[in-house]
């Protein structure tokens, strides 16, 4: 499976913003949904936001309306914008891409919001 890298996480504000990005080591074929979890400290990963195949979204209602994850079919690319940052939304977010052959997960990006 293609090895997947995330970048962009930091330490925010209450209110800030933030874009996620992840990156794919190769060209992944026969996607199916794109995705990003977050595991806050102490907690089990959740998944955040999807968008499938057919450019369906799904979010997490926690973060409706707040985050919108988008892609770059042609370069294999994910992104995360997430507005009016919370503390609770901090946590290690995970890029995750699954195929028809399994899955791919990145090691994660730290991001922060203070009060």
């Known amino acids: 499976q293609a090895q997947l890298m995330e970048s962009g996480g930091g330490l925010v504000q209450a209110g800030g913003s933030l874009r996620l990005s992840c990156a794919a080591s190769?060209?992944?074929?026969?996607?199916?949904?794109m995705n990003w979890y977050r595991q806050p400290p102490g907690k089990q990963r959740g998944l955040v936001a999807q968008i499938t195949v057919g450019g369906v979204t799904n979010y997490a209602d926690v973060v409706k309306g707040r985050f919108t994850i988008s892609r770059d079919s042609a370069k294999n690319m994910v992104y995360l914008q997430m507005n009016d940052l919370k503390p609770e939304d901090t946590a290690v977010y995970y890029c995750?891409?699954?195929?028809?052959?399994?899955?791919?997960w990145g090691q994660g990006t730290q991001v922060t919001v203070s009060s």
């Open positions: 995750n891409i699954q195929n028809l052959r399994g899955e791919s």
């Open positions: 190769e060209r992944i074929f026969s996607i199916v949904s």
